[in-house]
């Protein structure tokens, strides 16, 4: 069965300083890829999807995400950390064979963001 | 457009009591889910569903039923509410397009969900 594993529960970084959140599949095929970015009380934001193509995929807000196979991982990066940045992210795969092309999401890994 | 609404934001249940959510989106969306929330789970797939009056079980489905009689909407109900379904309740969207290419999904801002 397919999951995603965000190794990192927590993680805190200066403000101007780089990020990345580490993100592991489980997938048989070609993985339809996300992050999602969650603010305190609020919903969902998608970040950046890859799909195929390049392996290199930007978003929103400045994030970028790799994708690499040989590793299973789709790592969200970021030069220099904002203090709005601060967030939980979610990484999901797209599950289009089992239930509607829903998500199957991490557990999250939940940024501070120090001045 | 509204996107994706949802009612209420906020609910205190009793053990046993029952009650509906209200997923509502004005974006012609066929497919609808919803998912809970719980601290260090990420988020979970309860019901789905690819089209008015068609509905389909996810991953954690006990305890809840759902009904997609129109479009735009799609309803969760607990019949008798427990403390394990204290929770976050978000709906999601998206496109009806048979892949994941074009589209996304569109999450509603959420339900919170406290069964005392």
């Known amino acids: 069965a397919q999951s995603v594993t965000q190794p990192d529960i927590h993680i805190t970084v200066s403000e101007g300083a780089s990020l990345e959140l580490r993100c592991n599949y489980s997938y048989g095929a070609t993985p339809y890829l996300f992050w999602y970015v969650q603010s305190p009380g609020q919903g969902l934001q998608l970040l950046l999807k890859y799909f195929s193509g390049d392996t290199l995929v930007q978003g929103i807000k400045g994030f970028e995400a790799e994708f690499k196979r040989s590793q299973s991982s789709f790592n969200l990066r970021k030069p220099s950390v904002h203090w709005s940045d601060a967030a939980e992210y979610f990484c999901a795969v797209g599950d289009k064979v089992r239930s509607g092309y829903a998500l199957n999401f991490g557990k999250g890994t939940s940024l501070l963001v120090t001045p | ?116």
């Open chain 2, 1 to 116: 457009n509204a996107g994706v609404t949802q009612t209420p934001k906020f609910r205190v249940l009793k053990t046993g009591q029952s009650m509906t959510l209200l997923c509502a989106q004005d974006m012609n969306h066929e497919y609808m889910y919803w998912y809970r929330q719980d601290p260090g789970m990420g988020l979970r797939l309860i019901h789905y569903s690819v089209g008015e009056g068609t509905t389909a079980k996810g991953e954690v489905p006990d305890g809840y039923n759902v009904s997609r009689l129109k479009k735009q909407n799609f309803l969760l109900g607990l019949e008798s509410a427990a403390p394990s379904q204290t929770s976050v309740y978000f709906c999601a969207s998206r496109f009806p397009s048979g892949s994941f290419l074009a589209d996304t999904q569109y999450f509603g801002p959420g339900t919170r969900l406290t069964v005392l």
